[in-house]
């Protein structure tokens, strides 16, 4: 009996070792059942084992492409207090920023916006952010991009690798799972093969989308897990 299995060697074990061949880009399948279960984790967990903060010093802010943006913040003055940022939308956050306004926006009560007018989103804090101490600070979760491989990631390296906590391995192993399994009945269908087969794999597949509902639920329902 082994142990400290990779997530490769976990969907193997669910589904065997063909998934690979069976569906065409598997590794996308397995990347965008990364991408579900962050989405599902409360943003709670995920500040706890986010990346390093993107720092913010100046007023065009940074992009935040395929990120979720868990927390912003600015320090109010050189060496004072980190302040949490409200997140507004466009028209609100204009008139935080008319010093005539009841609701104008001061280093003590940060806001910011997502600036989309240039077809890929930035992240713009006001007051003003600078590099002479009153920097801002964004805290996110980065997406899976197609292009990663997660096949090697082990239940000791989700932290660092993946940015979210170890124990949700076999979750993502489940869900990889469930989603290579829909993509190789997809083709099925499509090629006219084997219905018993196909009965066959939609069976298991069902018992593998239980499952997941019971492990994912450690995060997303009111077990110990959620506030990890």
Do not use: W
Request: hydrophobic share 35%; with cysteine.
């Amino acid at each position: 009996m082994a142990d400290g299995g990779t997530i490769e060697h976990r969907i193997i074990d669910l589904i065997g070792s063909d998934y690979s061949t069976e569906a065409a880009y598997a590794g996308d399948l397995i990347n965008a059942a990364i991408n579900e279960i962050s989405d599902m984790v409360s943003e709670e967990v995920l500040l706890k084992y986010s990346p390093s903060p993107t720092t913010v010093t100046s007023a065009s802010g940074v992009s935040i492409e395929d990120k979720r943006i868990l927390k912003v913040t600015r320090i109010d003055a050189n060496g004072g207090i980190e302040r949490e940022c409200t997140g507004l939308d466009r028209i609100e956050f204009a008139t935080a920023q008319d010093s005539g306004s009841i609701h104008y926006a001061t280093v003590h009560s940060p806001i910011y916006k997502l600036h989309s007018d240039n077809a890929a989103s930035t992240l713009v804090i006001f007051p003003n952010c600078d590099e002479s101490g009153q920097e801002g600070k964004i805290f996110y979760f980065p997406y899976i991009a197609d292009s990663y491989n997660p096949l090697a990631i082990t239940q000791a390296s989700v932290n660092t690798s993946l940015f979210l906590p170890s124990t949700l391995i076999h979750a993502i192993a489940l869900k990889s799972s469930i989603n290579i399994l829909k993509a190789y009945i997809s083709n099925q269908v499509q090629d006219e093969e084997d219905i018993e087969l196909m009965q066959m794999i939609q069976a298991q597949m069902g018992l593998l989308e239980k499952d997941f509902s019971t492990e994912i639920q450690r995060y997303t329902g009111t077990g110990e897990a959620k506030a990890e």
